[in-house]
């Protein structure tokens, strides 16, 4: 198995930790003024072609909206599917940065409106380009796979992209062939595929502001008190939470493995802004949400991410009215991104591993 090797220097951290304590949240509404807005992004998604996708992590007020209009919710892969595929002359993209340009890499010919374009992702923050290229450099000899929450020019620099949703077929894919990988941003998504597949992963050490900080010992005590609960883990958990998974996988895969168990009771290691949908495909389950901190600890996101939090029925009433917080990807960069995206989605399909429109 490969040495580990990159470590996000101490600036990045701070940058994270900052953009995190800055990260705004919506004001809070009325009953009325959410109602009035509901109809105003409804009425704007008709005027305007534009169809609404999002993320579960993002404000069930929005999912709904995406129900409701005929729009998608959805994991990262089928967000990008689903956009691809969509007639809409207009995309509005409820979730963060990257998946913003991933839409417009996909999709040049469509406009893309996200609410905010403030909504990052600390991996996407802890893997600058100049810094990753200058690693794929000493390795020439690697294939270069990164994970969708990247930059554009991060994605212009990999041979595949790939989401939690497909990593594993990806990876073993590519071991199968014989492949040495050169593996970035996330390190615990990286370790848990490394260990699945026993391919040769050199690792960028990012890692998920929300999903960084679920405590296996904490878990293991709420088990103790849910003798007959099931626990769902997301892999860009540490590796000793997703040690006591009985299912790990990307936010769909979630859903559907809390769709096929058995238990009463659920617990979760992801943003529990899925809580939404999940709870939708299983009304009679009692869903707990994974632990973050212990006695002593604190926890800076308590398992919700800031940026996702920043999509509200506002600025997406703003976006769709002004046409604000619109994405736009270089051409040459979007020419090279769109290579190692389209490898992925062009393998998912071939491998029935997108759904697109079910939301
Ligand atoms: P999914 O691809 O599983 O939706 O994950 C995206 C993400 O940002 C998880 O934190
Ligand atoms: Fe990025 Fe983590 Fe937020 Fe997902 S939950 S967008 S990985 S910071």
Redo the contacts with the bound molecule.
């Keep these: 198995m490969a040495e580990m090797s990159h470590a996000v220097p101490e600036r990045l951290q701070a940058r994270i930790d900052s953009l995190v304590a800055s990260a705004e949240r919506p004001r809070p509404l009325d009953a009325e003024q959410r109602e009035a807005l509901r109809s105003r992004v409804k009425r704007l998604l008709e005027e305007r072609d534009a169809v609404l996708i999002a ?3 993002v404000d069930e007020q929005l999912q709904k909206l995406a129900e409701e209009t005929g729009g998608h919710v ?4 089928d967000m990008a599917d689903f956009g691809a595929n969509h007639p809409a002359s207009t995309l509005v993209i409820a979730g ?1 940065r990257f998946m913003g340009e991933t839409a417009k890499i996909l999709s040049p010919e469509k406009r893309v409106l996200m609410p905010t374009l403030e909504a990052e ?1 600390s991996l996407d923050i802890g893997c600058p380009p100049e810094e990753f290229a200058h690693f794929c450099d000493q390795h020439p000899e690697r294939t270069v796979v990164v994970y ?2 990247t930059s554009a020019e991060v994605k212009a620099r990999a041979d595949w992209v790939v ?3 497909n990593a594993l077929a990806i990876v073993n894919h590519l071991e199968a062939n014989g492949e040495k990988i050169l593996w970035a941003p996330d390190r615990h998504l990286g370790r848990y595929i490394q260990r699945q597949t026993g391919a040769d992963m050199l690792l960028w050490q990012g890692h ?1 502001v ?2 960084d900080e679920f405590k296996a010992f904490e878990l293991e005590r709420l088990r103790a008190e849910h003798p007959g609960a099931e626990v769902l883990v ?1 892999p ?1 958990s540490p590796e000793d939470v997703i040690a006591q998974a009985d299912v790990v ?5 979630l859903i559907e493995g809390a769709r096929q168990s058995q238990a009463d009771e659920l617990i979760v290691a ?2 529990y802004g899925i809580f939404y949908k999940m709870q939708q495909a299983v009304p009679g389950k009692r869903l707990i949400v994974a632990p973050t901190g212990g006695k002593s600890a604190t926890c800076a996101s308590c398992a919700h ?1 800031p940026w996702m939090a920043m999509n509200g029925l506002e600025n997406l009433a703003h976006c769709l009215e002004t046409g604000a917080g619109e994405i736009h990807v270089d051409s040459g960069v979007r020419e090279k991104a769109l290579e190692s995206l389209q490898r992925m989605l062009d393998f998912s399909r071939s491998q029935g591993l997108v759904t697109a429109g079910d939301a």
């Design positions: 993320h579960y992590y959805s994991d990262s892969l963060v992702c969708a929450n989401t939690s949703s998920c929300v999903h997301h860009e996988g990307s936010t769909r895969q992801t943003d991410c």
